[in-house]
């Protein structure tokens, strides 16, 4: 096992799967000579040449369409979005052909292809550079979509999202990227997509979360429990579509008390169908309403230190509401 932050685990992930296999390459802005503006093609370019790590113009659409071109026939590429308030233009090649693949060639045909997309605040990056588009990738029939919160789980499912013969969202929160470190096997090692992972256990609440609020979340119920000796349950979604129903609901029913968690808007959300899935599959083993922790209903992620922070969920807002779900 070595230390290794989010985004070393993320690099590790392609230069591994590129080596072992020449199907697969890199293409978007700034990635070859650059490096990428997080450098996490840093280098590449000098290893696998620029047939294989490919600087694109400032077009996202043409990025996901020529990627999806090359999947369709036979590669596996690797589409770098900058960050995820600029996917919009790229939004009908990813959802309306990508997605669509498999079902309308009657299966004769597959896209395996992974878009790499870095999102979240908590980074001073304003309105136009901290966007969550989770759900609006997680609603589509056709896609897998994931969003791992540890250098384990990034460089695990990455490896899975690369070889999976279907098209692969992979959601990377750019707060994690370089402050949360962790243990990763040094040698090949790859994690199922759609399974959910209980990253901390207990008996008295239940936290479903994914992404940066997992490190939140996790704070949160160490000062619950060292403060208040109640003791959190706490679930990383790791994938968001296809959501692990099973282990949803065995966490709802464990507890009888659910606090979701998410730095997305909570309306029409990714947890709002864990909610659903909860009332569907754990409702009468429930002891108290299913409650939410989110920001506002706010367009953008505001670029003020003082009113981000007031935005975004953090260990004390979610602390605070598990005492309240705790005492419910």
Same mark, same amino acid.
């Given at each position: 096992?070595?230390?290794?932050?989010?985004?070393? !685990?993320? @690099?590790?992930?392609?230069?591994?799967?590129?080596?072992?296999?020449?199907?697969? =390459?890199?293409?978007?802005?700034? &990635? !070859?000579? @650059?490096?990428?503006?997080?450098?996490?093609?840093?280098?590449?370019?000098?290893? =696998?040449?620029?047939?294989?790590? &490919?600087?694109?113009?400032?077009?996202?659409?043409?990025?996901?369409?020529?990627?999806?071109?090359?999947?369709v026939n036979g590669k596996r590429p690797i589409a770098e979005i900058q960050f995820a308030d600029f996917v919009w233009p790229a939004i009908n090649q990813i959802v309306g052909e990508t997605a669509r693949v498999r079902y309308g060639t009657n299966g004769r045909k597959s896209a395996p292809l992974t878009v790499r997309v870095p999102y979240g605040g908590g980074v001073r990056?304003?309105?136009?550079?901290?966007?969550?588009?989770?759900?609006?990738?997680?609603?589509t029939p056709g896609l897998k979509v994931v969003a791992p919160a540890t250098p384990y789980d990034a460089q695990g499912l990455l490896v899975s999202a690369i070889r999976d013969d279907d098209p692969v969202v992979f959601l990377e929160h750019k707060k994690t990227y370089r402050l949360v470190r962790g243990e990763v096997p040094d040698g090949d090692y790859s994690e199922p997509i759609g399974v959910a992972d209980v990253k901390r256990q207990g008996g008295d609440i239940t936290v479903i979360t994914y992404g940066l609020m997992l490190h939140y979340v996790l704070q949160a119920a160490q000062a619950l429990s060292e403060?208040?000796?109640?003791?959190?349950?706490?679930?990383?979604?790791?994938?968001?579509?296809?959501?692990?129903?099973?282990?949803?609901?065995?966490?709802?029913?464990?507890?009888?008390?659910v606090l979701l968690v998410q730095e997305d808007t909570p309306?029409?959300?990714?947890?709002?169908?864990?909610?659903?899935?909860?009332?569907?599959?754990?409702?009468?083993?429930?002891d108290a309403p299913v409650m939410r922790v989110g920001p506002p209903e706010l367009p953008p992620m505001p670029f003020s230190p003082v009113q981000e922070a007031a935005f975004m969920p953090s260990p004390e807002k979610i602390l605070a509401a598990m005492r309240k779900l705790a005492a419910t």
């Open positions: 096992m070595s230390q290794k932050t989010v985004i070393k !685990a993320v @690099r590790d992930a392609m230069l591994s799967e590129m080596r072992r296999d020449p199907d697969v =390459f890199i293409m978007g802005e700034d &990635i !070859a000579h @650059r490096g990428g503006v997080f450098l996490a093609t840093d280098g590449f370019v000098g290893e =696998f040449g620029e047939e294989r790590v &490919i600087d694109t113009p400032l077009a996202e659409s043409s990025i996901a369409g020529i990627a999806l071109g090359a999947a990056g304003g309105l136009y550079h901290s966007q969550s588009i989770e759900v609006l990738f997680a609603h403060q208040d000796r109640v003791e959190a349950l706490v679930m990383d979604l790791r994938t968001l579509r296809p959501l692990d129903r099973q282990s949803i609901a065995q966490a709802a029913r464990h507890t009888g008390k309306a029409v959300s990714v947890l709002s169908e864990v909610s659903a899935i909860i009332a569907e599959e754990a409702f009468y083993d429930l």
